[in-house]
């Protein structure tokens, strides 16, 4: 079984791959849980044996196959939240194992091994169920076909004489390869806006005919193949964790929102795309303020004018009104499980429905004080040299208040600034590793980028030295070392980066003196610099 589960992780791996960076409405589920099968052709020989044993004042016992274990992958795509379509990967996994049976003397009378385990692969359509009142909750109903697939299903059999001695043995080998297809209901909770917990239930139908080769070990006179009827149909149960991509900003700006005729494109589209979010959550009069705005920005756009039309509609249709009693209770039970960005913007809806609402007004007060709090705490820990606690503290004051903008400039500084920390890390491990494999050539150009970050870095600088070293004591490698950093060198030069060129230059040169490549191309940066040379004017 442990290629069938290699087999499992890499089909998985392969069907979500072109996915992974793709920006959209994409989920993941994983899955595990239980399903029946009705395999029954299998079973009903089964206890034909185990009747006919009985018969010989055998107590038999072997196993039929009935509940299997199942793993379970699903990858899908929602279209506008209602509609989605999903690849499933599962497996339907028998742990019968091995059955004996034993004659009245304790000797083995009969045993079997087998191994009826599968894969079902799906392509499925799905529509999904939302309250609108109570995002946490999302149900669907969903349908797929495809394929039940394994190549390598076994089952070895053998039948023994009272004394002891073998009567036969045999090994049946076959490949499933059928169709199948499936119908379910599901309900996911979401304890956050990326992850979430789900539940499923429903059907498979999966049913072929397989061709068996038998392989005759020891006594066997009957047939060496034959046709055989395998059913993998049954009822199933799943749950699992459920995590979504939604990308759904970045998908707007980028295509839904061309902004031609606009003059500040960039501002119109995250607008239109802050408005869109507001609408789908149902907060429809900040929708509306938004989608004013970016018809403001960009007054000739379809997509806004489209979207600004739907919302005004919406905001005149009495029947389509949300009571603020409703919204209050939402932003509350929002507030209570921390989820405060979106507890902030239903506050503000009620805001704008009723101006004056105390118990608005007195938690956007106090999300307001909260950010400022996590604010101030962020700027003193940078100041302290703490990126990391200083972005943690800034991502918390942007939950309590999303749209301040010193803010929003912080945790975009401070995000970038820790990427590229770990991104450091990285380079500087992975140079490591090609030092420990001997490449010193690939691991210095590695601690050169580190350096490039952060020139301080006295253990990558000390490293890089001793490869240099090593690249020296051995003759084939600086040999390599030399022709690679010329070579780039030339290239870095012919594309008009000269200090990188220079770099590389002063590499070789450190390798081998005299090399006259080398020294060519060093006057000639040398030369070049001079006749570039400016004068700069430091900042204090």
Partial sequence: MHTRYAF??????????????????????????????????????????????????????????????????????????????YI??????????????????????????????????????????????????????????????????????????????ILYSIRKDWNTAIPAGSVEAGLNWWFCDVSGIGIRAGYRLAYGKVMVTINNIYGWTGESQGISNVDYSGAYINAGFVFRFDDSKNKLIKIEVPSKDGQFPEISAKLYSEAVDYYEEGLLHRASEKIDQAANTAPNDEKISELKEKIDLILK??????????????????????????????????????????QAEFYIKVFDAKAEEYYSLAVALQSAGDNEKSYINVCMAGQYNPENEAITNLSEELKKIVNSKKNTVKKYNKAVEKYKHGRYQEAIELWDEVLLVNPDDKEASD??????????????????????????????????K????????????????????????????????????VEVITKR
Wanted: aromatic share 12%.
């Fill in 317 to 358: 249709t009495e029947k389509a009104t949300v009571s603020v009693d409703k919204l209050i209770k939402q932003a509350d039970e929002l507030r209570v499980k921390m989820q405060y960005k979106k507890a902030r913007a239903s506050y503000l809806e009620v805001l704008a429905m009723s101006k004056n609402n105390k």
């Fill in 498 to 533: 000269i200090e990188e060129a220079k770099k590389k230059c002063e590499f070789v040169l450190r390798l081998e003196p005299e090399n006259e490549q080398g020294k060519k191309m060093f006057e000639a940066i040398k030369v070049l610099n001079e006749a570039n040379k």
């Fill in 88 to 165: 499933r990967t599962c497996g339907i996994v028998f742990m019968n194992g091995e059955s004996k049976v034993y004659w009245p003397s304790g000797l083995v009378a009969q045993k079997t091994k087998s191994d009826f385990s599968t894969f079902f692969t799906g392509i499925g359509i799905k529509y999904n169920f939302q309250d609108k009142s109570n995002p946490f909750f999302t149900g669907y109903i969903a349908a797929d076909g495809g394929l039940c697939h394994y190549y390598g299903n076994y089952m070895e059999e053998a039948a023994y004489k009272e004394d002891g001695g």
């Fill in 8 to 85: 499992f992780i890499l089909l998985c791996l392969f069907i979500t791959f072109p996915f992974q960076t793709t920006a959209g409405n994409f989920y993941l589920a994983v899955y595990g849980g239980a399903t029946k099968a009705e395999m029954k052709e299998y079973n009903d020989s089964i206890s034909a044996d185990n009747t006919y044993n009985k018969t010989l004042g055998i107590q038999s016992d072997l196993k039929t196959l009935d509940l299997a274990i199942l793993p379970d992958i699903t990858f899908g795509y929602d279209f506008m939240s209602v509609v989605g379509i």
């Fill in 463 to 496: 490293n890089k030295e001793n490869a240099m070293k090593k690249i020296e004591e051995n003759t084939s490698e600086k040999t390599a070392s030399l022709e690679k950093a010329m070579k780039q060198a030339q290239n870095l030069f012919n594309i008009g």
